[in-house]
């Protein structure tokens, strides 16, 4: 049995609050499983009061389940850097370059991974004119699970409403629309654990589709061609170094066979605070590689830290 301390933060402000909470709830359950005295906190606007609520659980670590915006974009991580708190996850740069997507491709550009070039256009030049040829996707350049993706087709008379509702900042990633399959691996530390397919009956993989029930289905592993799945964790982990991320990652590719296999793979993104149910993906190929959800959670324990 454990004496070690550890503080679950869970809930926030972004517009993932709600699998947040789903996720801390769960994890805070698997750490007492593991042995660990827990302190969960539910975090809302009023950072002086998380603060205090930390101060008085003296954790010696800190389980970050928070999602998207101050969760997992660098916010949280530097607030806990500054109090001297070790954490599970990525610290503030790595999480910061993740979670900005031109920043986060240009890294992996430079590293040599497969990404599909993009442009950045302000709302008004969306409302005037498509910014590349149909079909493409439109996604906001800073936010996490499909929160405000789009994708416009031919025959699509959307573009502008879309444009003319945008709220997430003043400009919009625009990328051609990679056909195929979705496909994520999950990263351990240095070890990339299985290839995961999710297919959907809804137009794509969105925030729908990854939370409600019903609107996904996993197949673990991916029923890809052995030479794919191979080069999909292999890209996972070098994406994972390449932003210098720490703990537990999931990078989500397209995996293009429309022309027979082995098809191409393009790299969409990575997620430093991937969801952490037990029945998330990167806890669903962790239990796929033998190892129990208690024994995840208590694994990114003991490799939190603080500090770049």
């Not at 205090?52 to 800190?62: K, M, T, Y």
């Not at 997992?72 to 530097?78: A, K, L, R």
């Not at 299985?194 to 959907?200: K, S, Y």
Request: glycine share 10%.
């Amino acid at each position: 049995m454990s004496s070690k301390r550890v503080a679950v933060l869970y809930g926030g402000t972004s517009a993932e609050s709600e699998v947040s909470l789903a996720s801390g709830k769960q994890c805070v359950a698997a750490l007492r499983e593991a042995g660990y005295v827990v302190a969960p906190i539910e975090v809302g606007a009023d950072l002086g009061a998380l603060i205090a609520a930390l101060r008085e659980a003296r954790p010696d670590a800190v389980f970050n389940t928070l999602h998207g915006r101050y969760g997992e974009d660098g916010c949280i991580q530097g607030v806990l850097d500054w109090l001297g708190l070790p954490y599970t996850g990525s610290g503030l740069r790595a999480s910061a370059l993740a979670m900005d997507k031109p920043a986060a491709k240009a890294m992996f550009a430079a590293a040599g991974l497969p990404v599909v070039p993009h442009r950045l256009v302000t709302p008004a030049e969306l409302e005037a004119a498509d910014p590349l040829p149909l079909p493409y996707v439109l996604k906001p350049a800073s936010e996490g699970s499909s929160v405000g993706v789009h994708i416009v087709r031919g025959g699509d008379n959307r573009r502008a409403q879309i444009a003319r509702d945008w709220t997430f900042g003043e400009h919009i990633m625009a990328e051609p629309f990679v056909p195929g399959r979705e496909v994520t691996v999950a990263v351990m530390g240095d070890r990339p654990l299985a290839v995961t397919e999710i297919a959907t009956h809804l137009d794509f993989y969105d925030y729908e589709a990854k939370y409600a029930d019903g609107g996904s289905v996993h197949t673990l592993p991916a029923p890809i061609h052995p030479d794919a799945a191979a080069e999909a964790m292999r890209i996972a982990l070098a994406a994972h170094r390449a932003l210098g991320c720490r703990g537990v990652s999931r990078a989500d590719f397209r995996y293009d066979d429309t022309a027979g296999e082995p098809g191409r793979l393009v790299l969409l993104e990575v997620n430093t605070q991937p969801g952490m149910t037990r029945t998330s993906l990167v806890p669903e190929q962790a239990a796929h590689c033998g190892i129990p959800f208690p024994d995840l959670c208590a694994w990114m324990v003991e490799q939190a830290r603080h500090g770049a």
